[in-house]
């Protein structure tokens, strides 16, 4: 049957291995490379190939005339480039615009991040972890990208972990008054879950209960301002014992 097939069906065989590995390379993006796992993607670009087998049975087993097929196939093939192009472009859109929050995705995303940049970031979230909530977008024009996972943490992991990160962070920051001597080398941006954690905008009133490990925290340009940079560490939040891993690129 193969033999036939490929005797008389050489342009619908070869549509099913074209569409075939359109297929399968947008599924390889979708595992390796996209921040979010998205099965209806995956599903409609694999149509063209399920059409085209159809056609490549029924052409098989009936006769049909040549100019018939040339007709159908190549609407099929104008339909299926057309689907494609719009199912890509779908991807992008999300893969561009659309907030990441569900846990799930968590090992997916640090995957797309350098071990440097992840050195602090847990390897997986502890199963017994309560109130997670995780938070990542990418960056898109002049805006930034960020990269946030908290969740509740008692007092004997807040010890080995301030044991673990002092050593070893490039700033260790306790207070609001060490974030303003800190001044330059570090920026707490208005809208970050560091501000947030600290509560920085009601200070002086605000707390003091928190340790700040900074890994790393360098400006984008050397014109001295921090209109553009990055910035990756940890919080503790001593007050409602709670540990914050962020990564803001701005």
Same mark, same amino acid.
């Given at each position: 049957?193969?033999?036939?097939?490929?005797? &008389?069906?050489?342009?619908?065989?070869?549509?099913?291995?074209?569409?075939?590995?359109?297929?399968?390379?947008?599924?390889?993006?979708?595992?390796?490379?996209?921040?979010?796992?998205?099965?209806?993607?995956?599903? /409609?670009?694999?149509?063209?190939?399920?059409?085209?087998?159809? +056609?490549?049975?029924?052409?098989?087993?009936?006769?049909?005339?040549?100019?018939?097929?040339?007709?159908?196939?190549? /609407?099929?093939?104008?339909?299926?480039?057309?689907?494609?192009?719009?199912?890509?472009?779908?991807?992008?859109?999300?893969?561009?615009?659309?907030?990441?929050?569900?846990?799930?995705? #968590?090992?997916? /995303?640090?995957? +797309?991040?350098?071990?440097?940049?992840?050195?602090?970031?847990?390897?997986?979230?502890?199963?017994?972890?309560? &109130?997670?909530?995780?938070?990542?977008?990418?960056?898109?024009?002049?805006?930034?990208?960020?990269?946030?996972?908290?969740?509740?943490?008692?007092?004997? &992991?807040?010890?080995?972990?301030?044991?673990?990160?002092?050593?070893?962070?490039? #700033?260790?920051?306790?207070?609001?008054?060490?974030?303003?001597?800190?001044?330059? &080398?570090?920026?707490?941006?208005?809208?970050?879950?560091?501000?947030?954690?600290?509560?920085?905008?009601?200070?002086?009133?605000?707390?003091?209960?928190?340790?700040?490990?900074?890994?790393?925290?360098?400006?984008?340009?050397?014109?001295?301002?921090?209109?553009?940079?990055?910035?990756?560490?940890?919080? /503790?939040?001593?007050?409602?014992?709670?540990?914050?891993?962020?990564?803001? #690129?701005?």
């Amino acid at each position: 049957m193969w033999k036939m097939i490929i005797k &008389n069906n050489k342009v619908n065989l070869s549509m099913c291995i074209i569409f075939f590995i359109l297929g399968y390379l947008n599924l390889i993006i979708n595992n390796k490379m996209c921040r979010f796992f998205q099965l209806n993607n995956i599903v /409609i670009a694999f149509i063209p190939f399920l059409v085209a087998s159809i +056609l490549l049975m029924i052409f098989y087993k009936k006769e049909i005339r040549t100019i018939t097929m040339i007709i159908i196939n190549t /609407i099929v093939i104008s339909l299926s480039i057309i689907l494609l192009i719009i199912n890509f472009g779908k991807l992008i859109v999300s893969e561009t615009f659309d907030r990441n929050t569900d846990v799930k995705n #968590y090992p997916r /995303i640090r995957k +797309l991040y350098s071990d440097n940049e992840m050195q602090y970031f847990p390897s997986e979230i502890p199963k017994d972890a309560e &109130n997670i909530e995780f938070e990542e977008w990418a960056a898109f024009m002049q805006g930034g990208s960020g990269l946030y996972l908290s969740y509740d943490i008692d007092s004997e &992991n807040e010890e080995k972990i301030d044991e673990e990160l002092r050593g070893k962070s490039k #700033y260790v920051l306790e207070s609001i008054e060490e974030i303003k001597i800190a001044g330059e &080398n570090i920026c707490v941006l208005a809208d970050s879950e560091i501000s947030e954690a600290i509560d920085y905008k009601s200070y002086p009133e605000s707390s003091d209960k928190f340790i700040i490990y900074i890994s790393e925290a360098r400006k984008a340009s050397g014109d001295g301002y921090w209109n553009h940079g990055v910035q990756y560490g940890v919080i /503790i939040n001593k007050d409602k014992h709670r540990i914050i891993y962020f990564h803001e #690129y701005w």
